[in-house]
Protein backbone atom coordinates (compact mmCIF):
# COMPACT_ATOMS: atom_id res chain seq x y z
CA UNK A 1 0.00 0.00 0.00
CA UNK A 2 1.66 3.23 -0.92
CA UNK A 3 1.11 6.45 1.05
CA UNK A 4 2.21 9.97 0.21
CA UNK A 5 2.46 12.86 3.05
CA UNK A 6 1.57 16.11 1.47
CA UNK A 7 2.89 19.48 3.36
CA UNK A 8 0.97 22.51 3.60
CA UNK A 9 2.96 25.47 0.75
CA UNK A 10 4.66 27.65 3.35
CA UNK A 11 2.57 31.41 2.87
CA UNK A 12 4.98 33.75 1.59
CA UNK A 13 4.73 37.35 1.31
CA UNK A 14 3.42 38.77 -2.42
CA UNK A 15 6.51 39.91 -3.76
CA UNK A 16 3.95 43.16 -4.88
CA UNK A 17 3.14 43.54 -1.68
CA UNK A 18 7.11 43.93 -0.27
CA UNK A 19 7.83 46.36 -2.99
CA UNK A 20 4.63 48.69 -1.68
CA UNK A 21 7.24 49.39 1.47
CA UNK A 22 10.41 50.93 1.01
CA UNK A 23 13.56 50.47 2.85
CA UNK A 24 12.63 53.12 5.13
CA UNK A 25 9.32 50.96 6.47
CA UNK A 26 11.20 47.97 7.01
CA UNK A 27 12.08 48.75 10.50
CA UNK A 28 9.73 47.98 13.31
CA UNK A 29 9.60 51.70 14.58
CA UNK A 30 9.03 53.35 10.89
CA UNK A 31 6.20 50.25 10.32
CA UNK A 32 4.51 51.06 14.05
CA UNK A 33 5.14 54.73 13.25
CA UNK A 34 3.23 54.34 10.17
CA UNK A 35 0.00 51.95 11.63
CA UNK A 36 0.31 54.58 14.42
CA UNK A 37 0.03 57.53 12.01
CA UNK A 38 -2.74 55.60 9.82
CA UNK A 39 -4.82 54.89 12.55
CA UNK A 40 -4.40 58.15 13.88
CA UNK A 41 -4.92 59.73 10.75
CA UNK A 42 -7.57 58.00 9.61
CA UNK A 43 -9.50 58.05 13.01
CA UNK A 44 -8.75 61.80 13.34
CA UNK A 45 -10.33 62.51 9.25
CA UNK A 46 -13.02 60.43 10.03
CA UNK A 47 -13.97 61.87 12.79
CA UNK A 48 -13.50 65.46 11.03
CA UNK A 49 -15.51 64.30 7.98
CA UNK A 50 -18.67 63.53 10.34
CA UNK A 51 -18.23 66.65 11.84
CA UNK A 52 -18.31 68.66 8.94
CA UNK A 53 -20.70 66.88 7.97
CA UNK A 54 -22.90 67.25 10.75
CA UNK A 55 -21.93 71.05 10.03
CA UNK A 56 -22.99 71.34 6.86
CA UNK A 57 -25.94 69.88 7.57
CA UNK A 58 -27.15 71.95 10.78
CA UNK A 59 -26.03 74.91 8.27
CA UNK A 60 -28.47 73.81 5.46
CA UNK A 61 -31.44 73.38 8.01
CA UNK A 62 -31.04 76.60 8.96
CA UNK A 63 -30.99 77.85 5.80
CA UNK A 64 -34.01 75.89 4.82
CA UNK A 65 -35.76 77.38 7.71
CA UNK A 66 -34.72 80.98 6.95
CA UNK A 67 -35.96 80.71 3.45
CA UNK A 68 -39.21 79.47 5.29
CA UNK A 69 -39.23 82.27 7.49
CA UNK A 70 -38.98 84.80 4.92
CA UNK A 71 -41.70 83.17 2.69
CA UNK A 72 -44.42 83.11 5.01
CA UNK A 73 -43.29 86.83 5.56
CA UNK A 74 -43.67 87.68 2.11
CA UNK A 75 -46.89 85.82 2.02
CA UNK A 76 -48.12 87.99 5.02
CA UNK A 77 -47.04 90.83 3.17
CA UNK A 78 -48.79 89.96 -0.20
CA UNK A 79 -52.41 89.33 1.36
CA UNK A 80 -51.65 92.80 3.10
CA UNK A 81 -50.62 94.64 0.28
CA UNK A 82 -53.85 92.71 -1.51
CA UNK A 83 -55.99 94.13 0.63
CA UNK A 84 -54.87 98.06 0.29
CA UNK A 85 -56.23 100.24 -1.99
CA UNK A 86 -53.47 101.14 -4.64
CA UNK A 87 -53.15 104.85 -3.63
CA UNK A 88 -52.22 103.39 0.01
CA UNK A 89 -49.35 101.11 -0.85
CA UNK A 90 -46.70 103.76 -1.91
CA UNK A 91 -47.37 105.49 1.66
CA UNK A 92 -46.95 102.27 3.62
CA UNK A 93 -43.60 101.46 1.62
CA UNK A 94 -42.08 104.93 2.14
CA UNK A 95 -42.94 104.86 5.90
CA UNK A 96 -41.67 101.13 6.00
CA UNK A 97 -38.09 102.59 4.19
CA UNK A 98 -38.22 105.24 6.40
CA UNK A 99 -38.46 103.88 9.73
CA UNK A 100 -34.84 101.82 8.92
CA UNK A 101 -34.01 98.65 10.61
CA UNK A 102 -36.77 96.34 8.87
CA UNK A 103 -35.02 92.63 7.08
CA UNK A 104 -36.85 94.07 4.26
CA UNK A 105 -36.56 95.70 1.25
CA UNK A 106 -40.46 96.31 -0.74
CA UNK A 107 -41.22 97.99 -3.29
CA UNK A 108 -44.14 97.89 -6.19
CA UNK A 109 -43.06 97.70 -9.75
CA UNK A 110 -45.40 97.83 -13.17
CA UNK A 111 -43.19 95.05 -14.13
CA UNK A 112 -40.79 92.61 -13.76
CA UNK A 113 -36.87 93.23 -13.00
CA UNK A 114 -34.04 91.38 -14.57
CA UNK A 115 -30.53 91.57 -12.60
CA UNK A 116 -27.69 89.51 -12.20
CA UNK A 117 -28.16 86.58 -10.19
CA UNK A 118 -25.19 84.63 -8.07
CA UNK A 119 -24.23 81.31 -9.65
CA UNK A 120 -26.11 77.95 -9.34
CA UNK A 121 -24.93 75.31 -6.62
CA UNK A 122 -27.38 72.30 -5.49
CA UNK A 123 -28.25 74.60 -1.94
CA UNK A 124 -29.37 77.81 -3.99
CA UNK A 125 -31.87 75.28 -6.07
CA UNK A 126 -33.05 73.55 -2.66
CA UNK A 127 -33.74 77.15 -0.59
CA UNK A 128 -35.29 78.19 -4.28
CA UNK A 129 -37.54 75.48 -4.24
CA UNK A 130 -38.27 75.34 -0.26
CA UNK A 131 -39.60 79.11 -0.75
CA UNK A 132 -41.34 78.26 -3.55
CA UNK A 133 -43.57 75.61 -2.04
CA UNK A 134 -43.57 77.51 1.23
CA UNK A 135 -45.18 80.43 -0.66
CA UNK A 136 -47.69 78.97 -2.71
CA UNK A 137 -49.00 76.76 0.31
CA UNK A 138 -50.38 80.25 2.28
CA UNK A 139 -51.24 82.66 -1.00
CA UNK A 140 -52.06 79.61 -3.35
CA UNK A 141 -53.55 81.11 -6.58
CA UNK A 142 -53.71 85.07 -5.40
CA UNK A 143 -50.24 85.18 -6.85
CA UNK A 144 -49.79 84.87 -10.81
CA UNK A 145 -46.56 83.97 -11.30
CA UNK A 146 -43.33 84.17 -8.66
CA UNK A 147 -39.43 85.10 -9.41
CA UNK A 148 -37.33 83.93 -6.77
CA UNK A 149 -33.34 84.15 -6.73
CA UNK A 150 -30.25 85.45 -5.01
CA UNK A 151 -27.75 88.30 -5.88
CA UNK A 152 -25.15 90.84 -4.75
CA UNK A 153 -26.14 94.28 -3.65
CA UNK A 154 -23.73 95.47 -6.38
CA UNK A 155 -25.27 93.45 -8.89
CA UNK A 156 -28.75 93.89 -7.89
CA UNK A 157 -31.37 96.56 -9.91
CA UNK A 158 -34.36 98.15 -8.38
CA UNK A 159 -36.90 99.63 -9.47
CA UNK A 160 -36.71 101.88 -13.54
CA UNK A 161 -33.30 98.82 -13.51
CA UNK A 162 -30.97 101.97 -13.46
CA UNK A 163 -30.92 102.32 -9.84
CA UNK A 164 -28.31 99.43 -7.86
CA UNK A 165 -29.28 98.13 -4.77
CA UNK A 166 -26.29 99.31 -3.04
CA UNK A 167 -26.63 102.96 -4.17
CA UNK A 168 -29.97 103.31 -2.16
CA UNK A 169 -30.05 105.37 0.93
CA UNK A 170 -28.03 104.53 4.12
CA UNK A 171 -31.71 104.32 6.23
CA UNK A 172 -33.13 101.85 3.64
CA UNK A 173 -30.88 99.32 3.00
CA UNK A 174 -27.58 100.26 3.98
CA UNK A 175 -27.35 100.07 7.69
CA UNK A 176 -28.97 96.31 8.16
CA UNK A 177 -29.06 94.88 4.39
CA UNK A 178 -25.97 95.73 2.99
CA UNK A 179 -22.91 93.78 4.50
CA UNK A 180 -19.00 93.95 4.32
CA UNK A 181 -17.86 91.78 1.92
CA UNK A 182 -21.58 91.85 0.39
CA UNK A 183 -23.47 88.70 1.45
CA UNK A 184 -26.28 87.18 -1.31
CA UNK A 185 -29.66 88.66 -0.66
CA UNK A 186 -33.13 86.98 -1.55
CA UNK A 187 -34.96 88.38 -3.68
CA UNK A 188 -38.81 87.53 -4.42
CA UNK A 189 -40.53 89.43 -6.96
CA UNK A 190 -44.57 88.31 -7.03
CA UNK A 191 -46.99 89.12 -9.19
CA UNK A 192 -50.22 90.41 -7.75
CA UNK A 193 -53.97 89.90 -9.11
CA UNK A 194 -53.83 94.14 -10.05
CA UNK A 195 -50.83 92.89 -12.54
CA UNK A 196 -48.08 94.80 -10.44
CA UNK A 197 -45.05 93.29 -9.02
CA UNK A 198 -44.38 93.16 -5.38
CA UNK A 199 -40.51 93.58 -5.10
CA UNK A 200 -38.76 91.85 -1.40
CA UNK A 201 -35.15 91.84 -0.96
CA UNK A 202 -33.87 90.24 1.90
CA UNK A 203 -30.64 88.71 4.10
CA UNK A 204 -30.56 85.23 4.90
CA UNK A 205 -29.84 84.73 8.49
CA UNK A 206 -28.09 83.59 10.81
CA UNK A 207 -25.60 82.64 7.89
CA UNK A 208 -26.03 85.06 5.08
CA UNK A 209 -23.27 83.57 3.23
CA UNK A 210 -24.34 79.70 3.42
CA UNK A 211 -26.20 79.89 -0.27
CA UNK A 212 -22.63 80.97 -1.93
CA UNK A 213 -22.06 77.46 -1.06
CA UNK A 214 -20.66 75.53 2.07
CA UNK A 215 -16.94 75.26 1.81
CA UNK A 216 -14.97 71.87 2.87
CA UNK A 217 -12.84 74.11 5.31
CA UNK A 218 -13.09 77.35 6.48
CA UNK A 219 -10.10 78.98 7.23
CA UNK A 220 -10.56 78.98 11.10
CA UNK A 221 -11.24 74.78 10.85
CA UNK A 222 -8.41 74.31 8.11
CA UNK A 223 -6.35 75.97 10.84
CA UNK A 224 -7.89 73.91 14.01
CA UNK A 225 -7.07 70.74 11.94
CA UNK A 226 -3.99 71.15 10.80
CA UNK A 227 -3.18 72.17 14.39
CA UNK A 228 -4.76 68.95 16.01
CA UNK A 229 -3.16 67.18 13.74
CA UNK A 230 0.51 67.96 14.21
CA UNK A 231 -0.05 67.30 17.58
CA UNK A 232 -1.64 63.88 16.70
CA UNK A 233 1.22 63.12 14.73
CA UNK A 234 3.69 64.66 17.06
CA UNK A 235 2.29 62.42 20.30
CA UNK A 236 2.61 59.39 17.73
CA UNK A 237 6.17 59.59 17.31
CA UNK A 238 6.32 60.49 20.81
CA UNK A 239 5.02 57.72 21.92
CA UNK A 240 6.25 55.07 19.04
CA UNK A 241 10.04 56.30 19.65
CA UNK A 242 9.74 55.85 23.13
CA UNK A 243 7.97 52.40 23.05
CA UNK A 244 10.83 50.98 20.38
CA UNK A 245 14.24 52.50 22.09
CA UNK A 246 14.54 49.41 24.54
CA UNK A 247 14.21 47.40 21.54
CA UNK A 248 16.63 49.51 18.90
CA UNK A 249 19.39 48.75 22.09
CA UNK A 250 19.06 45.42 21.66
CA UNK A 251 19.07 45.06 18.10
CA UNK A 252 22.39 47.32 18.43
CA UNK A 253 23.49 44.87 21.21
CA UNK A 254 22.98 41.91 19.40
CA UNK A 255 25.02 43.81 16.27
CA UNK A 256 28.13 44.66 18.15
CA UNK A 257 27.59 41.84 20.34
CA UNK A 258 28.58 39.65 16.68
CA UNK A 259 31.99 41.84 16.38
CA UNK A 260 32.63 41.83 20.32
CA UNK A 261 31.58 39.59 23.10
CA UNK A 262 32.49 41.85 25.42
CA UNK A 263 29.58 44.12 25.48
CA UNK A 264 28.00 46.03 28.53
CA UNK A 265 24.59 44.25 29.32
CA UNK A 266 21.73 45.73 27.94
CA UNK A 267 19.54 47.94 30.11
CA UNK A 268 16.23 45.72 31.39
CA UNK A 269 13.87 48.39 31.45
CA UNK A 270 11.03 48.47 29.32
CA UNK A 271 7.62 46.81 28.63
CA UNK A 272 7.56 43.35 30.38
CA UNK A 273 8.36 41.17 27.65
CA UNK A 274 11.33 43.64 26.58
CA UNK A 275 12.73 43.57 30.41
CA UNK A 276 12.41 39.33 29.48
CA UNK A 277 13.99 39.95 26.25
CA UNK A 278 16.82 41.76 27.71
CA UNK A 279 17.03 39.27 30.64
CA UNK A 280 17.73 36.18 28.26
CA UNK A 281 20.05 38.23 25.66
CA UNK A 282 22.08 39.21 28.69
CA UNK A 283 21.82 35.42 30.05
CA UNK A 284 23.28 34.30 26.49
CA UNK A 285 26.19 37.03 26.41
CA UNK A 286 26.89 35.45 29.94
CA UNK A 287 26.88 31.72 28.89
CA UNK A 288 28.50 32.53 25.57
CA UNK A 289 31.54 33.84 27.03
CA UNK A 290 31.62 31.12 29.78
CA UNK A 291 31.43 28.74 27.32
CA UNK A 292 35.04 30.57 25.18
CA UNK A 293 36.57 30.43 28.68
CA UNK A 294 36.07 26.87 29.11
CA UNK A 295 36.76 26.22 25.68
CA UNK A 296 39.93 27.97 26.30
CA UNK A 297 41.21 26.21 29.40
CA UNK A 298 39.99 23.10 27.06
CA UNK A 299 42.31 23.62 24.59
CA UNK A 300 45.24 24.21 26.62
CA UNK A 301 44.65 21.13 28.15
CA UNK A 302 44.56 19.70 25.30
CA UNK A 303 47.91 21.14 24.16
CA UNK A 304 49.73 20.12 27.45
CA UNK A 305 47.85 16.69 27.70
CA UNK A 306 48.86 15.53 24.12
CA UNK A 307 51.98 17.09 23.56
CA UNK A 308 53.94 15.59 26.62
CA UNK A 309 52.28 11.65 25.77
CA UNK A 310 53.49 12.28 22.28
CA UNK A 311 57.21 13.80 23.32
CA UNK A 312 57.56 10.48 25.32
CA UNK A 313 56.82 8.30 23.15
CA UNK A 314 59.15 10.20 21.00
CA UNK A 315 61.93 9.47 23.32
CA UNK A 316 61.14 5.71 23.62
CA UNK A 317 60.93 5.20 20.04
CA UNK A 318 64.99 6.55 19.60
CA UNK A 319 65.81 3.54 21.92
CA UNK A 320 64.06 1.05 19.26
CA UNK A 321 66.97 -0.97 18.15
CA UNK A 322 64.58 -1.15 14.91
CA UNK A 323 65.53 1.89 12.59
CA UNK A 324 62.09 0.71 9.91
CA UNK A 325 59.66 0.76 13.47
CA UNK A 326 61.27 3.77 14.70
CA UNK A 327 61.09 6.09 11.14
CA UNK A 328 57.38 4.72 11.28
CA UNK A 329 56.50 5.26 14.47
CA UNK A 330 58.01 8.87 14.41
CA UNK A 331 55.92 9.36 11.10
CA UNK A 332 52.72 8.78 13.07
CA UNK A 333 53.87 11.09 15.70
CA UNK A 334 54.43 13.95 13.32
CA UNK A 335 51.16 13.20 12.26
CA UNK A 336 49.52 13.41 15.20
CA UNK A 337 51.47 16.32 16.10
CA UNK A 338 50.46 18.25 12.88
CA UNK A 339 47.03 16.99 13.57
CA UNK A 340 47.13 18.52 17.14
CA UNK A 341 48.57 21.67 16.30
CA UNK A 342 46.24 22.21 13.59
CA UNK A 343 43.08 21.46 15.80
CA UNK A 344 44.20 24.51 18.03
CA UNK A 345 44.79 27.00 14.98
CA UNK A 346 41.65 26.64 14.40
CA UNK A 347 40.51 27.40 17.71
CA UNK A 348 43.20 30.37 18.18
CA UNK A 349 41.23 31.21 14.71
CA UNK A 350 37.97 31.12 15.78
CA UNK A 351 39.17 33.34 19.03
CA UNK A 352 36.59 35.93 20.16
CA UNK A 353 38.47 37.28 23.03
CA UNK A 354 40.43 39.61 21.18
CA UNK A 355 38.80 43.22 21.26
CA UNK A 356 37.66 45.25 18.74
CA UNK A 357 39.24 48.24 17.37
CA UNK A 358 39.75 50.79 14.75
CA UNK A 359 42.08 49.60 12.58
CA UNK A 360 43.14 50.17 8.39
CA UNK A 361 43.04 47.36 6.18
CA UNK A 362 45.05 49.20 3.45
CA UNK A 363 47.67 49.22 6.06
CA UNK A 364 47.18 45.24 6.97
CA UNK A 365 47.26 44.24 3.19
CA UNK A 366 50.71 46.32 2.75
CA UNK A 367 52.38 44.81 5.79
CA UNK A 368 51.13 41.59 4.06
CA UNK A 369 52.90 42.35 0.76
CA UNK A 370 56.13 43.32 2.52
CA UNK A 371 56.04 39.65 3.69
CA UNK A 372 55.64 37.59 0.58
CA UNK A 373 57.88 39.96 -1.78
CA UNK A 374 60.38 38.47 1.06
CA UNK A 375 59.14 34.75 -0.90
CA UNK A 376 59.75 36.52 -4.36
CA UNK A 377 56.08 36.79 -4.82
CA UNK A 378 54.28 40.02 -6.10
CA UNK A 379 50.91 41.59 -4.90
CA UNK A 380 49.25 44.19 -6.38
CA UNK A 381 46.84 46.57 -4.52
CA UNK A 382 44.03 49.02 -5.79
CA UNK A 383 42.75 50.74 -2.76
CA UNK A 384 41.82 54.11 -1.37
CA UNK A 385 44.57 56.08 0.95
CA UNK A 386 42.36 54.55 3.93
CA UNK A 387 39.86 52.13 4.36
CA UNK A 388 38.76 52.10 8.16
CA UNK A 389 36.60 49.52 9.23
CA UNK A 390 35.99 48.21 13.20
CA UNK A 391 36.86 44.90 14.27
CA UNK A 392 39.85 42.40 15.00
CA UNK A 393 43.29 44.13 13.80
CA UNK A 394 45.34 40.49 14.68
CA UNK A 395 42.79 38.27 13.72
CA UNK A 396 41.72 40.10 10.36
CA UNK A 397 45.11 40.21 9.46
CA UNK A 398 45.47 36.48 9.75
CA UNK A 399 42.22 35.88 7.32
CA UNK A 400 44.00 38.24 4.37
CA UNK A 401 47.07 36.87 4.84
CA UNK A 402 46.28 33.16 4.49
CA UNK A 403 44.40 34.43 1.75
CA UNK A 404 47.17 35.88 0.39
CA UNK A 405 49.82 33.59 0.65
CA UNK A 406 47.21 31.00 -0.40
CA UNK A 407 46.87 33.07 -3.58
CA UNK A 408 50.35 33.52 -4.18
CA UNK A 409 51.12 30.11 -3.29
CA UNK A 410 48.70 28.30 -6.26
CA UNK A 411 49.85 31.85 -8.79
CA UNK A 412 53.03 34.07 -9.07
CA UNK A 413 50.63 36.93 -8.76
CA UNK A 414 48.20 38.83 -6.49
CA UNK A 415 46.14 41.47 -7.37
CA UNK A 416 43.78 42.95 -4.06
CA UNK A 417 41.23 45.47 -4.18
CA UNK A 418 39.63 47.92 -2.01
CA UNK A 419 36.41 49.26 -2.38
CA UNK A 420 34.12 51.21 -0.02
CA UNK A 421 29.97 51.81 -0.74
CA UNK A 422 27.69 53.64 1.85
CA UNK A 423 26.59 50.36 3.38
CA UNK A 424 29.48 47.58 3.39
CA UNK A 425 33.27 46.69 2.67
CA UNK A 426 34.33 45.11 -0.13
CA UNK A 427 37.83 43.07 -0.67
CA UNK A 428 38.76 41.32 -3.82
CA UNK A 429 42.08 38.69 -4.13
CA UNK A 430 42.31 37.33 -7.31
CA UNK A 431 45.43 35.06 -8.55
CA UNK A 432 46.36 33.61 -11.80
CA UNK A 433 46.96 30.56 -10.57
CA UNK A 434 45.12 27.37 -11.80
CA UNK A 435 41.68 27.84 -10.34
CA UNK A 436 39.54 25.18 -8.18
CA UNK A 437 37.56 22.70 -10.10
CA UNK A 438 34.19 23.74 -9.72
CA UNK A 439 32.77 20.43 -8.21
CA UNK A 440 35.77 21.06 -5.35
CA UNK A 441 34.60 24.87 -4.03
CA UNK A 442 31.88 23.71 -2.06
CA UNK A 443 34.17 21.94 -0.01
CA UNK A 444 37.26 24.42 0.10
CA UNK A 445 36.58 25.80 3.18
CA UNK A 446 35.90 22.54 5.01
CA UNK A 447 38.98 22.42 7.95
CA UNK A 448 41.45 19.84 6.34
CA UNK A 449 40.42 20.10 3.23
CA UNK A 450 43.66 20.46 1.02
CA UNK A 451 43.24 20.55 -2.73
CA UNK A 452 46.95 20.15 -3.55
CA UNK A 453 47.46 16.64 -3.69
CA UNK A 454 51.02 16.97 -3.74
CA UNK A 455 51.90 19.02 -0.91
CA UNK A 456 52.39 17.67 1.95
CA UNK A 457 52.56 18.42 5.88
CA UNK A 458 55.97 19.43 5.91
CA UNK A 459 55.64 22.01 3.16
CA UNK A 460 52.45 23.26 3.64
CA UNK A 461 49.60 23.68 6.42
CA UNK A 462 46.75 21.25 7.78
CA UNK A 463 44.39 22.14 5.30
CA UNK A 464 43.07 24.82 7.91
CA UNK A 465 43.80 28.22 6.29
CA UNK A 466 40.38 28.93 4.27
CA UNK A 467 38.75 27.37 7.26
CA UNK A 468 39.96 29.86 9.78
CA UNK A 469 39.67 32.88 7.18
CA UNK A 470 35.86 32.06 6.68
CA UNK A 471 35.58 31.81 10.72
CA UNK A 472 37.27 35.27 11.09
CA UNK A 473 35.02 36.82 8.38
CA UNK A 474 31.77 35.21 10.01
CA UNK A 475 32.84 36.53 13.10
CA UNK A 476 33.57 40.08 11.38
CA UNK A 477 29.74 40.12 10.42
CA UNK A 478 30.81 39.71 6.48
CA UNK A 479 30.17 36.63 3.88
CA UNK A 480 33.24 35.00 1.85
CA UNK A 481 32.34 33.84 -1.73
CA UNK A 482 34.82 31.76 -3.86
CA UNK A 483 34.71 31.49 -8.03
CA UNK A 484 36.88 30.81 -10.69
CA UNK A 485 37.54 34.11 -12.45
CA UNK A 486 37.98 33.73 -16.68
CA UNK A 487 41.22 33.52 -17.97
CA UNK A 488 42.58 34.12 -14.44
CA UNK A 489 42.83 32.16 -11.24
CA UNK A 490 40.37 31.96 -8.01
CA UNK A 491 38.71 35.42 -6.74
CA UNK A 492 37.91 35.29 -3.17
CA UNK A 493 35.48 38.55 -2.39
CA UNK A 494 34.98 39.26 1.09
CA UNK A 495 31.94 41.91 1.73
CA UNK A 496 31.76 43.62 5.27
CA UNK A 497 28.91 45.34 6.53
CA UNK A 498 29.06 48.56 7.83
CA UNK A 499 28.02 48.99 11.67
Given at each position: MLTSNTSKPKTRRPRWLTSLLPRAYSSLYSRLLLVMALAVGGSFFLATSIWLASMHSEKESDALLSVEDLAISMAQTVLYFEGLPKTYQHIILDQQRNLGGSRFFLSVNEERIEYETIEDNPLKTRLISAYETAFRDRVGVRVRAIDVNFAYPDKLRVFNKDVLFS??????????????????????????????????????????????????????????????????????????????????????????????????????????????????????????????????????????????????????????????????????????????????????????????????????????????AVLNKTVHIDAPAQVQLIGRPIAFKRCLSNLIHNAVFYGSEAWITLNETPDAFLITILDNGPGVPEEELAHIFEPFVRLETSRNRNTGGHGLGMTIARNIVHTHGGSIQLKNEPGMGLKVDIQLDKA
Open positions: ELPSRWVQNNLVLNPPAPLLVAQMQMSNGDWLYLASLMLPDPYVVEGIPPFTHEQLVFTLILSFILMLSSWFIVRWMTAPLRQLSEAASLLGRDIHQVPVPEKGTFEVRETARAFNLMQRRILAFISERNLLFSAISHDLKTPITRLRLRSELLDDPEARTKINQDLSELEHLVQGALELARGSDLNEPTSRMDVNALVHAIQEEV
